[in-house]
T-cell receptor, first 113, second 112 residues
Framework: DVKVTQSSRYLVKRTGEKVFLECVQD?????MFWYRQDPGLGLRLIYFSYDVKMKEKGDIPEGYSVSREKKERFSLILESASTNQTSMYLC????????????FGSGTRLTVV | QKEVEQDPGPLSVPEGAIVSLNCTYSNSAFQYFMWYRQYSRKGPELLMYTYSSGNKEDGRFTAQVDKSSKYISLFIRDSQPSDSATYLCAMTFTGTASKLTFGTGTRLQVTL
């Protein structure tokens, strides 16, 4: 089974802190994604990556950046955390090519106080 | 208008009922259709995957795609309390590198 592991299940950070969310997948998937999930808004794509060192903005990239130095690892960075970034963050990966489904991690519930 | 519309529910049914979950979409280019199940405080997991129109069955679950109506459905037979979760539809089209468009999810509660 493909496994996508997110480093933390719950995080509490202070406003203005720099926050790193880590995601690792173990099945050599080309594509990796970061979403946030909020009640009533569903899944919103923040950033995605089709290859090492490549990144593309999703629908809501403001206030976030990403890093993909190795194929298996995709990091989401909150440059200066704000309370409106309190959310559930989900990492996903998929095979390259078209039409493949995602495998998601268990999510990180981030609270910014 | 959103590209994918899904009733958020909640939908409450008694154990053993047949459940019908639905999504409508506006982009006729969508070719690949999926259903994800998400339990509380967990990530979504892929439940059903179909390509183009037609039906697909897996145990108690049946996925239907009607491209002419831009309408997809997930049926759950003999529903169980363990089916209580949020169900998200997702879709993508040929020519992209598998970036999915998701519905907002329908919350299902199966009661004893």
């Amino acid at each position: 089974d493909v496994k996508v592991t997110q480093s933390s299940r719950y995080l509490v950070k202070r406003t203005g802190e720099k926050v790193f969310l880590e995601c690792v997948q173990d099945m050599d998937h080309e594509n990796m994604f970061w979403y946030r999930q909020d009640p009533g808004l569903g899944l919103r794509l923040i950033y995605f990556s089709y290859d090492v060192k490549m990144k593309e903005k999703g629908d809501i990239p403001e206030g976030y950046s990403v890093s993909r130095e190795k194929k298996e690892r995709f990091s989401l960075i909150l440059e200066s955390a704000s309370t409106n970034q309190t959310s559930m963050y989900l990492c996903a990966s998929s095979l390259g090519g078209q039409g493949w489904g995602y495998t998601f991690g268990s999510g990180t519930r981030l609270t910014v106080v | 208008q959103k590209e994918v519309e899904q009733d958020p529910g909640p939908l409450s049914v008694p154990e053993g009922a047949i459940v019908s979950l639905n999504c409508t979409y506006s982009n006729s280019a969508f070719q690949y259709f999926m259903w994800y199940r998400q339990y509380s405080r967990k990530g979504p997991e892929l439940l059903m995957y179909t390509y183009s129109s037609g039906n697909k069955e897996d145990g108690r679950f049946t996925a239907q795609v009607d491209k002419s109506s831009k309408y997809i459905s997930l049926f759950i037979r003999d529903s169980q309390p363990s089916d209580s979760a949020t169900y998200l539809c997702a879709m993508t089209f040929t020519g992209t590198a598998s970036k999915l468009t998701f519905g907002t999810g329908t919350r299902l509660q199966v009661t004893l």
